[in-house]
């Protein structure tokens, strides 16, 4: 989210602007690390663009991708926060030929596993920082935004899914392919059953306080 950038930019030195594929690359220093800040977009191939950039160009060994996702898992509320454990791409069916649900075929791993290390202080930034409730869960992407009661149980059921949004696991499946560390963390928006949501505005200012004050503390222990 553009609040989330405003804020890391912010804490940046020797900031210096690129531009690729159309997408905003903000390279620097940060908590005494080399970084680049950017913004992906909304779906799975901009976030799977956006992660091939930052390797491929930027040469990053570690992806950290913060933003919101709809709650899946029942004992999650609005404001929590979801650390992915692993991720999976939850639209992807070829079920008609006979694999299960979210399955690549022709391909080894269709869930993506999280890096250890990073999940671990990911949660010894929520910890640190009072961030309210977090969860350890599986992060489901794909391109649909899920406004349906029936589902979100089918997510939690079928997918065993934390929370769903639609970029972690095309970012978790690039840097699989590429050997390189990630984590996901999502601030909860909304239960994704279309249900009303808390003041979007104010909650976007809340949820991006929350992920820079996590990313800083993260920064500060590698
Ligand atoms: N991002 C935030 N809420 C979402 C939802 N309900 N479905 C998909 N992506 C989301």
């Not at 970084?35 to 992906?40: A, R, T, Y």
């Not at 926060?81 to 269709?110: F, K, N, W």
């Not at 290390?117 to 935004?145: N, P």
Request: proline share 1%; charged share 20%; net charge negative.
């Amino acid at each position: 989210m553009d609040e989330e950038i405003m804020l890391l930019l912010a804490g940046m030195e020797q900031y210096e602007e690129i531009t690729r594929a159309g997408i905003r690359f903000n390279k620097g220093i940060f908590q005494g690390n080399s970084v680049v800040v950017c913004k992906s977009g909304v779906g799975k191939v901009n976030a799977a663009v956006t992660t091939q950039i930052l390797i491929d160009q930027f040469k990053v060994s570690k992806i950290m991708f913060t933003g919101v996702a709809g709650a899946v898992h029942p004992d999650l509320n609005i404001g929590d926060i979801v650390i992915s454990t692993e991720c999976i791409q939850h639209d992807m069916d070829v079920t008609a030929l006979g694999y299960a649900r979210g399955v690549i075929p022709y391909q080894e791993e269709s869930i993506f596993v999280a890096d250890e290390h990073l999940v671990s202080l990911a949660e010894q930034a929520c910890r640190a920082i009072s961030a309210g409730k977090y969860r350890l869960g599986k992060v489901l992407s794909g391109d649909q935004f899920i406004a349906d009661r029936n589902k979100v149980a089918w997510l939690y059921k079928e997918m065993d899914g934390a929370c769903v949004e639609m970029e972690g696991a095309s970012v978790a499946q690039v840097c699989y392919m590429n050997r390189v560390d990630f984590v996901i963390i999502r601030s909860m928006s909304d239960k994704a059953d279309g249900s009303a949501n808390m003041n979007y505005s104010e909650f976007t200012i809340t949820a991006a306080e929350r992920s820079h004050a996590i990313l800083e503390y993260m920064l500060k222990q590698l």
